[in-house]
């Protein structure tokens, strides 16, 4: 396994200590196989293979930014030989770290896999959001009218007199 140096990276950036940490920390098992696919911009999808579990075996967990799938076979009650083991079943546990905002909308367990969708969910108070641009020059308060009226009909008198 290729291994990065990130330590150049902590000194040009800022705020992402947690990301390259979890990089550097992060070890994943073959099994079992997994995808992630992107559905939109804030759904996603997470699918593993774990043919011969029944929905009873897995324990999905979410706690804070980390998803846990973990699946614990029950032991066969039947008395059998096996003469070759080529099906990989048995115990696992896999730890997916989730961004900011995102949740488990759903999960299912169909033909062997185990999907579990994902969905991001910004607050309001988050999102982007236009701001209006105002000028300087602010519209005349009832003080400024006021003022106006009396400065109009000051010089008003006086431009008849002349």
Same mark, same amino acid.
């Given at each position: ?13 800022? $705020? ?8 550097? #920390?992060?070890?994943? *098992? ?9 559905? *939109? ?5 997470? #699918? ?8 009873? /075996? ?5 706690? @804070?930014? /980390?998803?846990?799938?973990? $699946?614990?076979?029950?032991? *066969? ?29 759903? =999960?299912? +367990?169909?033909? @062997?896999? +185990?999907?579990?969708? +994902? ?6 108070? +988050? ?13 005349? *308060? =009832? /003080?400024?009218?006021? !003022? #106006? !009226?009396?400065?109009?009909?000051? #010089? ?7």
């Amino acid at each position: 396994m290729r291994s990065f140096d990130y330590r150049p990276l902590y000194r040009s950036t800022v $705020g992402f200590d947690r990301l390259l940490d979890m990089l550097d #920390t992060s070890v994943r *098992s073959d099994w079992p196989p997994y995808n992630i696919e992107k559905k *939109s911009d804030n759904d996603y999808r997470i #699918t593993m293979a774990i043919a011969g579990f029944s929905p009873d /075996e897995v324990e999905l967990t979410q706690d @804070g930014p /980390e998803l846990i799938v973990t $699946g614990q076979k029950r032991p *066969s009650q039947e008395n059998r030989q096996i003469l070759h083991q080529g099906l990989a079943i048995g115990d696992f546990k896999q730890a997916f770290k989730l961004a900011d905002h995102v949740k488990v909308a759903n =999960a299912t +367990l169909e033909n @062997g896999l +185990l999907s579990v969708d +994902l969905v991001r969910e910004i607050p309001e108070e +988050l999102k982007p959001r236009r701001i209006a641009i105002g000028s300087t020059r602010s519209a005349p *308060s =009832a /003080e400024d009218n006021g !003022k #106006t !009226k009396q400065i109009s009909q000051d #010089t008003e008198p006086q431009r008849k007199a002349a």
